[in-house]
């Protein structure tokens, strides 16, 4: 019974990730570029109509893809790598980013709620270009945790001190920027965060494998 559901939080897992992560580059890469050059009527049509249906998708994926993640945790507690701590870590952030940031400042860009769209656009955009920059690195190392996991178990004692505390440190230095700092230019461009993404993704690598 315990391999039955491990296997089908797995598949939820997957599925609800796929959904997440999908949607997060639809919004970054696609609905963003095209709102940049729409006329007024296509873009009130795509926020008043596209937008708060994509959006609940979006926050509702994210927070299952979250729930599954956690019971996973349990069924694999003597296998903790590094890899999942470092993984799982940008995931969390990426989902209370999605709740905390994106979706309360998206509410005011799209009219469902009151407030200054010139002051919320740019927070949702920071914490969206955020989890587009932590996602490459976050599917890298829930793989893998799996496949070819470095960096140590935790319950063995083999985990790395020094790699685990510079891989959170990177990330948390990341995640701070997306509540208190700006929108980088490496960020801004969807290239530039697809590149930045496979940059985070070989650093934290080389952190774990390396450190």
Known sequence: MEDLLNFLFRWGHILFGITWIGLLYYFNFVQTEYVKEADDAAKKDVMSKLAPNALWWFRWAAFFTFLTGLVLLHF???????????G????????????????PNQKVVIGIKEGDAAISGPKAALASRTNTLFSVAMLY???????????GFLMQGTMSGTAFIAGLGLILAIEANAIWGKMWSFMASVR???????????VLSSIAYYL
Do not use: C, E, K, Q
Not at 76 to 86: A, E, G, N
Not at 89 to 98: E, R, S
Not at 143 to 151: E, K, R
């Open 88 to 103: 799982a870590t940008m995931g969390t952030f990426m989902m209370l980013n999605v709740w905390g940031i994106i979706w």
């Open 192 to 202: 530039g965060v697809i590149a930045s993404s496979f940059v985070l993704t070989i």
């Open 141 to 151: 190392f829930m793989v893998s945790s799996a496949h070819y996991p470095h960096g």
């Open 76 to 86: 694999i507690t003597i296998r903790i790598t590094l890899d999942i701590i470092l």
